[in-house]
């Protein structure tokens, strides 16, 4: 058993103590019945608290060595690079970009946009984040301006903006 959890069970103990001790008081006039029964509950009620002390104290020397080791270990890795728990396929979906655009990993046909799979070969990752904050930016040959609303970088947070570039910037084949 870890000192956390004897921690919780000695601290549980006095709380549940505390409340007996509590009634036993209120409902009878003898109690307690000697000063030597007296005595032996607060001794009891001491032991506990000193043993609660005791394993917090533990507990907290446990927790700050771990969390000692976690920092020694991120320093000796360097900072790595943050990552997103936001899939940009989920946002694609969510955001209903295969209304308009056809994806095949998406597996979405729409044609009232470009294709994605066509139109971003060759782009770069900036030309992605551009294609969806500023649509009029560039306007893919036969298609007209002012359908794509121009609202996706107020309405998408950034770590979805960012998770939706890098999924369409890698399925639909743009350069980096």
Do not use: W
Request: aromatic share 8%.
């Amino acid at each position: 058993m870890d000192t956390a959890t004897i921690f919780y069970i000695l601290g549980g103990t006095l709380v549940a103590l505390a409340l007996v001790t509590s009634f036993l008081g209120l409902r009878s006039e003898k109690f307690p019945g000697s000063s030597r029964a007296l005595g032996g509950m607060l001794a009891g009620a001491a032991i506990i608290v000193v043993a609660t002390g005791f394993f917090a104290v533990l507990n907290g020397e446990e927790e700050l060595e771990a969390f000692e080791a976690e920092l020694a270990a991120e320093e000796e890795g360097g900072a790595e690079e943050p990552t997103t728990s936001i899939d940009g396929a989920e946002v694609f979906v969510g955001y209903g970009c295969g209304q308009c655009h056809s994806l095949s990993d998406a597996g979405t046909t729409a044609q009232v946009g470009p294709s994605l799979d066509d139109a971003l070969q060759g782009k770069t990752v900036e030309f992605v984040r551009t294609a969806i904050i500023d649509p009029n930016d560039f306007v893919e040959p036969g298609f007209s301006a002012d359908i794509m609303p121009a609202d996706y970088e107020a309405e998408l947070s950034p770590e979805e903006l960012e998770a939706l570039v890098a999924y369409l910037a890698e399925v639909g084949g743009a350069d980096g």
